[in-house]
């Protein structure tokens, strides 16, 4: 209570502040004004009595001035310490699925086959068939763009699948002739009796059979 006159019979009240403010510049002649919590901080309530404080956010949340509440930090964010205004975005190659985290090794790295390309992500993206990814020998990927860490499939490879670390050969009598094939091509035989008919109407060359030698990872087929 406070009374800024003298010789009064009695003392009046302080005010009681609205949640995300607090009473300051108060005394036992001085009526205080009510200011907003600083960021990191927050009052949920009036408080008991009109002295109540803004208390600091835990680790893993926010606020703003004024806030009544601490949020919890968004997806693909963190933040490790107390009374904080923002949180900090995990780096590229890293994501955070989950609010409210509170170290940086709470942002998990992309595994092989996958990559973040941008701060704060909260998923990884997969490379695309036709490719594989680099990995490190714990796992991880070893570049976090695309660009880097997805290769496309060598000449005779193929990958079918996203998000996939190696490419497959191609089995016998198929074949890929260039680089990031998620199939391969069937090599042509147009002759099913195996022999050319000659009578100037018909392409013997077209009809003679394509294979790969019995060998697999073939980027071309022969005769």
Request: charged share 20%; glycine share 10%; with cysteine.
């Amino acid at each position: 209570m406070y009374q800024p006159s003298k010789g009064q019979s009695e003392c009046l009240d302080h005010e009681r502040c609205n949640p995300g403010h607090m009473l300051v510049g108060f005394s036992d002649t001085a009526k205080g004004v009510c200011q907003a919590c600083s960021p990191g901080t927050k009052k949920s309530g009036l408080g008991a009595t009109p002295f109540v404080q803004c208390v600091d956010c835990n680790p893993g949340h926010r606020s703003a001035a004024g806030a009544a509440s601490c949020d919890r930090c968004d997806k693909g964010r963190y933040q490790p310490a107390s009374a904080q205004a923002t949180c900090k975005s995990c780096p590229e190659g890293r994501f955070a699925d989950q609010k409210g985290r509170t170290q940086l090794s709470q942002c998990q790295h992309c595994v092989a086959g996958q990559y973040a390309d941008a701060k704060a992500s909260v998923s990884c993206k997969s490379c695309d068939k036709g490719h594989y990814g680099q990995a490190h020998a714990d796992g991880r990927g070893k570049d976090v763009h695309s660009a880097g860490h997805c290769i496309k499939c060598p000449k005779g490879q193929f990958q079918e699948y996203d998000g996939r670390t190696f490419c497959a050969e191609c089995e016998s009598g198929k074949y890929a002739p260039a680089d990031g094939h998620h199939t391969c091509l069937n090599c042509k035989s147009n002759d099913s009796n195996n022999f050319c008919v000659t009578d100037g109407t018909n392409d013997c060359d077209a009809q003679r059979y394509y294979w790969t030698e019995n060998k697999a990872g073939a980027s071309t087929c022969v005769k």
